[in-house]
């Protein structure tokens, strides 16, 4: 007697074209947070797989060891990948959880205002900035000389700093309510954030509240850079899509021919300009006086470019 349920297998079909599609054709926020959620999955099953073969603690570790940043530069020398791997890497449930809730709450705050090209590389920067606090800081300071060996960063902490303290230093009066507290303007929800690392540095995970940091200041640094008219992200961005290049298939050449410019053609050209001219305006405004300064046509004028 054949007990298959039919539908199984279509529904599972369903759910992982579902995921692949959504990864897609997603927004970049989306990717990252599908990314951490995929590497914590994976470990997790690293470590039931070793749990079965009997494996020591230490080897069933085996993927976090090697992904893991370490502090010691002798040892971070045989794995330069770490700096980019530790910033998806989680080992505890409560860990990846809120990450991915300040990623989400934050990075949907910081696509109203900028493009996703630019959130992708305050992610991956702010993280090696903060890759790069916490082993300067584990190799120069006296205090952690006897943790040096074996001291190690996971997490992508460093780079939801970034994305925090670069939305943040964009429009600080940004307003969103908290559950039990209200309304509550972003500045003070990003200093409670940098008081807690400052306290809790000598307390414990001193690599991690480093790390922290390390993002914060790259957040703030890219926002503050990018107002005076200077995108350091550019050459990074430009690298990017080269790599990407390498993984996404060519599209046919497709050849069109020029022709003459209508009267349809100049007037869509000038309604272009005199938006983009619109929205310049708009953004000046916010980093001048904040979000919550803008009428409601202006917000919705941002929130349609954003879309666009």
Sequence with gaps: MNFNNP???????NIWEGIKSSFKEGSNLSRLIYINLGVFILVKIAAVVAFLFGLAP??????????????DTSVL???????????FLHEGFLHILFNMLYLYWFGKIFLSFLDQKKLLSVYLLGGLTGASIFVFAFNIFPVFADRLAYSVALGASASVMAVVF?????SPNYIVNLVFIGPVKIKYIALVFILLDVIQLPQGNAGGHLAHFGGAFYGWFFINQLQKGRDVSLGFNQMMDTVFSWFTSKKKMKVTHKRKKTGDDRAYNK?????QESLNVILEK?????YD?????EKEILFKSSND
Aim: no cysteine; net charge positive; glycine share 4%.
């Design 293 to 297: 300064s803008l009428s409601k046509e």
């Design 166 to 170: 670069a939305t943040v230093s964009y």
């Design 58 to 71: 230490s080897e069933g570790n085996f993927v976090l060891n090697w992904l893991m940043l370490p502090a």
């Design 77 to 87: 020398l045989f794995r330069p990948w770490t700096v980019f791997t530790y910033m």
């Design 286 to 290: 916010i980093s001048k006086s904040g």
């Design 271 to 275: 309604a272009k300009k005199q938006k």
């Design 7 to 13: 539908y199984q297998s279509y529904s599972h079909q």
